[in-house]
């Protein structure tokens, strides 16, 4: 079954440093989206990319992140000066049309110190 | 805003057991709702979904009940096992995406 890739599994980066989080959504999916879950938190979603640009942000998605779609297969989360507030899992996921489940990565751990 | 409401936080049975976990929602926008579960170290797995034009739907041994007056769905999982032992979430959204996850339920299922 084909399934969301992400690297790395865990991230440890110093405070202020870019951190760049990488996906591989499933092949003919046209619909990308990044979440995130604080520790024993609950699943949040960041932003959703569809057609090359971002169909909605949520409000923790401000000026630091951005996302990038740079090839046909990959699906990127920048996060330009990682904060202390910014360590969580990083979830991408995937759907085919609209309307369609997503499908989720296995995350990226990121520790800021 | 805590768009989706989940209860219990934890949840223990025994092996053949019934857990139910409930969840409320506020926007009568939604129309989709989603069971997860996750496991330690893994994303969300789509367990089965619901629309908000049938009362239940059942597959295998998870069963959805939904109450759209009341705004409520629960998850029923029949004849629990140890490998059900997880983190179960719901979500709900206007079409499949931008999903508004609950704050989860950790099941633990005992032999």
């Known amino acids: 079954e084909p399934e969301v890739t992400q690297t790395p599994s865990h991230q440890v980066t110093q405070m202020g440093q870019e951190v760049i989080l990488r996906c591989v959504p499933i092949?003919?999916?046209?619909?990308f989206y990044w979440y995130r879950q604080i520790l024993g938190q609950k699943v949040e979603f960041l932003v959703s990319?569809?057609?090359?640009?971002?169909?909605?942000k949520s409000e923790i998605f401000d000026d630091q992140f951005s996302v990038e779609r740079p090839d046909g297969s990959n699906f990127t989360l920048k996060i330009r000066s990682t904060k202390l507030e910014d360590s969580a899992m990083y979830f991408c996921?995937?759907?085919?049309?609209?309307?369609?489940?997503?499908?989720f990565g296995n995350g990226t751990r990121l520790t800021v110190t | 805003q805590q768009q989706v409401k989940q209860s219990p936080q934890s949840l223990i049975v025994q092996k053949g057991g019934i857990p139910i976990i409930n969840c409320a929602y506020e926007?009568?926008?939604?129309?989709?709702f989603p069971w997860y579960q996750q496991f330690p170290g893994k994303g969300p797995a789509l367990l089965i979904a619901?629309?908000?034009?049938?009362s239940e739907k059942k597959e295998g041994r998870f069963t959805i009940s939904f109450n759209k007056s009341a705004k409520q769905f629960s998850l029923h999982i029949m004849d629990s096992q140890p490998g059900d032992s997880a983190t179960y979430f719901c979500?709900?959204?206007?079409?499949?995406?931008?999903?508004?996850f609950g704050t989860g339920t950790r099941l633990t299922v005992i032999p």
């Open positions: 619901i629309r908000p034009d049938v």
């Open positions: 926007n009568t926008a939604f129309d989709y």
């Open positions: 092949s003919n999916h046209l619909y």
């Open positions: 990319f569809y057609n090359n640009e971002i169909s909605e």
């Open positions: 996921a995937s759907s085919g049309l609209d309307n369609s489940p997503l499908h």
């Open positions: 979500a709900a959204s206007t079409g499949a995406n931008n999903l508004f």
